[in-house]
C-alpha cells in the first residue's frame, strides 16, 4: 500500500472524518426510505463525535498512552552518546517564510535542544524525509535548532523516513557506524510507545525523554463534559497512535529484526 493510500485510510480513525461518513450514510438511507437505519447511523455519528470531543474522554484515551511516560526533571537525566528527535513537530513552510513553522508539536525540538543544552549528549540525530521532493523535514528541523544554539557539527541528519517504522530503520544503521546502542529519544509522551518498541526492534536500546504532554495539570474553566475541539484534536492523536500500534504488530515491526 502507498504512504498515500495509507494515509487516507487513516482519516477513517480520526472522529470527524468517521462521523462525517456516518452522517452522509445516514442521510442516504433516509433517502431511500430506511428511516430505522438512518436514525442510528446519524445518532452513531453524532454520539462518536461528541464524546470524542469532551475533556473527559480525550484525557481518557490520552491516558492510556502517555502513563508510563511522565516528565521528567532535567537533573535526572542521565547523559548518553546521542539524543534522537523524531520528526512531526514542523507543519512546513508559511507564505515567504524562512524557516518552517512549528506545529502543536513543537515541543519536540525544545526539548531536545534543553536536553543537549544541558549536556545529556554531545549528539542530536534528527529525523524525517518528505514525500514529493519537498525539503526533508530533518532539514527544516535543524534549520530551526540552529537558531535555539545547536551546532551544525553536532547534528546527523536522517532525511529519507516518513513513518515511525523508517524512522527507527534507518537511524539505526547511522548509530551503529558510530558504536552507539543506546540513545535518549525525544517525542510526544502519547507518541511514545510505539517509538520505543519500533526502535527497540531494531536493536537501539531507548531511554524515553518525553514531552508534548496531552493531558493539562488542574481543572479548566469549561466544564469536562462539554465539546470542544481541543479535546477533538487530542482524541484524535490518541485514536490514531492506538491504530498504528495494532498496525505494527500486525505488520510485525515490533518484532526483533534480524542484526
Known amino acids: 500500500m502507498s504512504l498515500a ?3 487516507l485510510l487513516t482519516l477513517l480513525i480520526y472522529p470527524l472524518s468517521l462521523s462525517l461518513l456516518l452522517c452522509a450514510i445516514g442521510l442516504s438511507l433516509l433517502l431511500w426510505g430506511r428511516r430505522r437505519g438512518a436514525a442510528w ?3 452513531v455519528a453524532l454520539g462518536w463525535l461528541y464524546l470524542c470531543s469532551t475533556a473527559l474522554f480525550a484525557d481518557f484515551l490520552i491516558g492510556l498512552l502517555e502513563r ?3 516528565a521528567k526533571a532535567m537533573s535526572t537525566v542521565q547523559p548518553e ?5 523524531l520528526g512531526g513537530g514542523t507543519r512546513g513552510y508559511a507564505h515567504m517564510a524562512t524557516l518552517a513553522d512549528l506545529n502543536q508539536h513543537g515541543d519536540r525540538l525544545v526539548h531536545a535542544t534543553a536536553l543537549y543544552k544541558a549536556g545529556k549528549a554531545p549528539l542530536l540525530v534528527v529525523t524525517g524525509g518528505a514525500p514529493r521532493g519537498g525539503k526533508p523535514e530533518a532539514r527544516q528541523m535543524a534549520d530551526i535548532l540552529r537558531v535555539m544554539g545547536v551546532p551544525p557539527g553536532d547534528m546527523v541528519l ?3 523516513s516518513l513513518t515511525t517504522y523508517e524512522n527507527a530503520l534507518y537511524v539505526a544503521p547511522l548509530l551503529r557506524e558510530r558504536g552507539i546502542g543506546r540513545v535518549l529519544l525525544v517525542t510526544s509522551a502519547f507518541h511514545m510507545p510505539r517509538a520505543v518498541a519500533v526502535f527497540e526492534a531494531q536493536g537501539v536500546e ?3 525523554a518525553p ?3 496531552k493531558r493539562l495539570v488542574g481543572e479548566g474553566i469549561i466544564p469536562r463534559w462539554l465539546p470542544g475541539a481541543g479535546n477533538l484534536s487530542r482524541a484524535s492523536f490518541a485514536l490514531h497512535e492506538m491504530a498504528g500500534l495494532l498496525v505494527y504488530r500486525w505488520r510485525g515491526w515490533l518484532d526483533p529484526a534480524p542484526q
Not at 552518546?81 to 528527535?85: D, E, Y
Open 41 to 43: 447511523t446519524l445518532g
Open 68 to 70: 508510563d511516560y511522565g
Open 211 to 213: 514531552t508534548d504532554f
Open 158 to 160: 536522517e532525511q529519507a
Open 81 to 85: 552518546a546521542a539524543i534522537v528527535l
Open 5 to 7: 493510500a495509507s494515509k
Open 206 to 208: 531507548v531511554v524515553p
